[in-house]
C-alpha cells in the first residue's frame, strides 16, 4: 500500500525543488530572501487544499497549519525547511528522475564532466532498482530539505484522507533561514505550540538523531592604514596581510572540517571579504562540548590578539555570537520523543541508527527553547552541492515512518 507514496513524493519534491528559494546570510531580513515566499506561499495554499486547519504565514515566515487530532494524545509538530543553502548555485534547478538506477555512475546532462559513482558514495550501491532524483549538473538539488517538506506534506494529505488512523493534534511547520541558523525565531515555540517535535531533515534511512553539534559564528574585522601605494612607505598597514596571517596562525592541519570526523569539530572560515583597508572574515565554531566550543573561541581571540600585538596601527575585533547548542543537554533528560521515533522505525522494518549530527537542525534551537526535537531521515545524500541526490524509495520509506510515529503516539 505504501508504495502509492512513490508518485506523489516524486511529484512533489521535482515540483518544489524547480522553485529558487536560496537563503542569504548577509541580508537582515526575515526571511532573509523574498524567493522563499515562492514555497512558502505554495505551501499555505496545499495544505489548505488538503483541508489543513488554521494555516498562516507568520510574520517572521514560517507556514503554520494543524491538523486535528481524533483521539487523546499528545499534540506532536513536523517541521521541514524550505531553503536552500547558500553554498552553491540554487538557481534553475532542473531536477531529473532516474527510474530504476542501474546500479552504474550517474551522469549530467549539463556538466559532462560531472559523475556520481557508487565506488564514491557506497549507500548509492545500495539503492540499485530505486527510483534517483538529482540535479542537471550546474546546481544543488534541495533535497535539503524539500525532500523533508515532501514527506510531510505527503503524510499530511495521508492523514488527512484517511481519518481512521489514530493520532492526536499534528502542527506542521516549514521554516525559512534554517541554512543561515536562523530558522527558528524566538516566537515559533510558542506559535507551533506541540509537546514535542520532529524535524524530517536527516539523511540515510534509519537515521534518528538527538546529538548535534553545539555552534558558534565569529566575526573577525581587520581596519588597515590606507594611503596611496606610491607614498606608503612607513604609513601603509595592509588589512588583506593581516588577515591572511590570522587565518595561518589558525591550525593548519586539524581542526579543520576536510580533516575532521565523528566527534571532532573544527574552525571553518567560510567568508573573507574586503579590500586593503578593510578585510572581514567569518568563521564557524563547532564542536560536540560546549568546553571544546568556548576553548576554539578562545583560541580564535587569542590569535587576533597576537596578530594586533604585532601591528598597533590596525584595528582588529573579533565577536563571537552563539547559534545553536546540542540538542543531547536536553533530550538526554527524557528520551521519550526520540524513543517513539525509534520504536516506529522498527514498525516499519527499519533499523535505528543514532549519531551525531555534524551540524544542527532547527531542532536544535527548538529542543534549547524548549520543544524537544530530534531530528528523522529523509534519505538525502551528497547535500549542498551538485552531485545531491535522493531515492523515492527512501522518502516513502520516511513517510511511513512519519505515519508509524503519530500512530505509536497515539497508542501510548
Known sequence: MSEAFDPELESRLVRYAAVDSQSDADSPSSPSTQIQYNMLNMLRDELTEIGAQEVTITDYGVVLATLPGNTDAPTIGLLAHVDTAPQFNATGVKPRVIKGYNGGDITYPDNAELVLSPKDFPYLAQKQGHDIITASGLTLLGADDKAGVAIIMTAARHLMENPDIPHGPIRIAFTPDEEIGRGVGPELPRDLAADFAYTFDGGKVGEVEYESFSADLAE??????????????????????????????????????????????????????????????????????????????????????????????????????????????????????????????????????????????????????????????????????????????????????CVALLKGAAAR
Open 220 to 401: 573577525v574585522v581587520v581596519n588597515g592604514v590606507s594611503i596611496h601605494p606610491g607614498y606608503a612607505k612607513g604609513k601603509l598597514v595592509n588589512a588583506i596581510h593581516l588577515a591572511s596571517r590570522i587565518i595561518s596562525a589558525l591550525p593548519q592541519g586539524t581542526m579543520q572540517p576536510e580533516l575532521t570526523e565523528g566527534d571532532e569539530g573544527f574552525i571553518h572560515a567560510t567568508d573573507m571579504i574586503g579590500g586593503s583597508s578593510e578585510m572581514r572574515i567569518k568563521i564557524i565554531l563547532r564542536d560536540f562540548e560546549l568546553d571544546g566550543l568556548e576553548a576554539k573561541g578562545e583560541m580564535l581571540r587569542k590569535v587576533c590578539a597576537a596578530v594586533q600585538a604585532t601591528e598597533p596601527r590596525a584595528q582588529i575585533s573579533c565577536t563571537i555570537k552563539p547559534q545553536y547548542r546540542n540538542m543531547r543537554y536536553w533530550l538526554e533528560k527524557d528520551m521519550t520523543p526520540v524513543d517513539l521515533a525509534r520504536d516506529a522505525a522498527r514498525a516499519v522494518g527499519v533499523e535505528p541508527l543514532s549519531v551525531p549530527i555534524r551540524g544542527g537542525t532547527d531542532g536544535s534551537r527548538l529542543t534549547e527553547m524548549g520543544v524537544p526535537t530530534p531530528n528523522l531521515f529523509t534519505g538525502m545524500q551528497c547535500i549542498h552541492g551538485p552531485l545531491e541526490w535522493v531515492s523515492v524509495q527512501d522518502m516513502r520509506k520516511a513517510t511511513e515512518l
